[in-house]
């Protein structure tokens, strides 16, 4: 079936599709996306679609669903301590493209590569079609991780403690980390790197080098959040969001590298 819609333009089955999906989510009671959220996911959608087909779609639309369910655990406690995201979870532009920016620019690396709009030479290894697949699977590993941890430790916690100092702090703050946040998050990246690995866009050792670099993007992110978030105006959650996935696909693609170039 996917090869035969695969067989089509793929911008226009992009287009086609996440009309349909978005309308849907358009008109559902529970508000996934804002109005203007909704727009700004499809066309984030169409590009997936396009430049990586249903392989790369399905690994997008994991992070969404799950993201978004996550999010919405323990969201009546959540917000009864003012922790909870804004909009009870539903996801604006700012969100769609702070958690997804950097996937997007390895998938359209990924469709100028492989088209030859950007020439590249045949011998290397890996190529750089297979690195920037890692690292479109590896920035969202490194997302998915990033909400699983915060928010269950937002609501499950039961000590939470600044990466920085290793004091207790409450719930939410910027920099708190706890031992079930960390593992959810853990379980959370692994998932989606099974799921990258199951159709195709990563080798099994890819699972492993997602898995490494999520933890550590996602523990850097709590790093900055704990030391320059506050410093800054222009650090808000949504530029921390791009440099957490840009650590995490960089950090695998990095770890790939020399793999193959010095351990292998």
């Given at each position: 079936m996917f090869d035969s819609i695969n067989s089509l333009n793929p911008w226009l089955v992009g287009v086609g599709l996440n009309s349909v999906?978005?309308?849907?989510?358009?008109?559902?009671p529970k508000k996934l996306l804002t109005p203007s959220g909704v727009f700004h996911a499809w066309l984030l959608g169409v590009l997936i679609w396009a430049t990586l087909g249903w392989e790369g779609y399905v690994v997008v639309m994991f992070y969404f669903l799950v993201g978004s369910l996550i999010t919405r655990v323990g969201m009546a406690q959540k917000e009864a301590q003012g922790i909870a995201e804004k909009r009870s979870g539903a996801r604006g532009p700012e969100n769609?493209?702070?958690s997804a920016l950097t996937a997007a620019l390895c998938a359209l690396g990924v469709w100028a590569t492989s088209s030859g709009i950007i020439p590249t030479p045949q011998n290397l290894h890996p190529t750089?079609?297979?690195l920037l697949l890692l690292g479109y699977v590896a920035s969202f590993c490194t997302k998915l991780s990033d909400t699983c941890a915060s928010e269950v430790g937002k609501a499950y916690g039961k000590s939470t403690f600044l990466?920085?100092?290793l004091q207790p702090v409450a719930r939410g703050t910027e920099g708190a980390v706890s031992l079930e946040g960390t593992l959810a998050g853990a379980i959370a990246s692994l998932a989606q790197a099974l799921l990258g690995w199951g159709v195709g866009l990563i080798d099994f050792f890819g699972v492993f080098w997602c898995v490494v670099a999520a933890f550590v993007a996602t523990n850097l992110e709590s790093v900055i959040g704990a030391t320059l978030q506050s410093r800054f105006n222009w650090?808000?959650?949504?530029?921390?969001n791009i440099l957490n996935t840009l650590i995490g696909a960089t950090t695998a693609i990095l770890l790939a590298w020399i793999w193959a170039h010095f351990i292998a």
């Amino acid at each position: 079936m996917f090869d035969s819609i695969n067989s089509l333009n793929p911008w226009l089955v992009g287009v086609g599709l996440n009309s349909v999906l978005l309308l849907v989510v358009w008109i559902a009671p529970k508000k996934l996306l804002t109005p203007s959220g909704v727009f700004h996911a499809w066309l984030l959608g169409v590009l997936i679609w396009a430049t990586l087909g249903w392989e790369g779609y399905v690994v997008v639309m994991f992070y969404f669903l799950v993201g978004s369910l996550i999010t919405r655990v323990g969201m009546a406690q959540k917000e009864a301590q003012g922790i909870a995201e804004k909009r009870s979870g539903a996801r604006g532009p700012e969100n769609v493209w702070g958690s997804a920016l950097t996937a997007a620019l390895c998938a359209l690396g990924v469709w100028a590569t492989s088209s030859g709009i950007i020439p590249t030479p045949q011998n290397l290894h890996p190529t750089p079609t297979t690195l920037l697949l890692l690292g479109y699977v590896a920035s969202f590993c490194t997302k998915l991780s990033d909400t699983c941890a915060s928010e269950v430790g937002k609501a499950y916690g039961k000590s939470t403690f600044l990466i920085t100092t290793l004091q207790p702090v409450a719930r939410g703050t910027e920099g708190a980390v706890s031992l079930e946040g960390t593992l959810a998050g853990a379980i959370a990246s692994l998932a989606q790197a099974l799921l990258g690995w199951g159709v195709g866009l990563i080798d099994f050792f890819g699972v492993f080098w997602c898995v490494v670099a999520a933890f550590v993007a996602t523990n850097l992110e709590s790093v900055i959040g704990a030391t320059l978030q506050s410093r800054f105006n222009w650090l808000t959650n949504e530029v921390v969001n791009i440099l957490n996935t840009l650590i995490g696909a960089t950090t695998a693609i990095l770890l790939a590298w020399i793999w193959a170039h010095f351990i292998a």
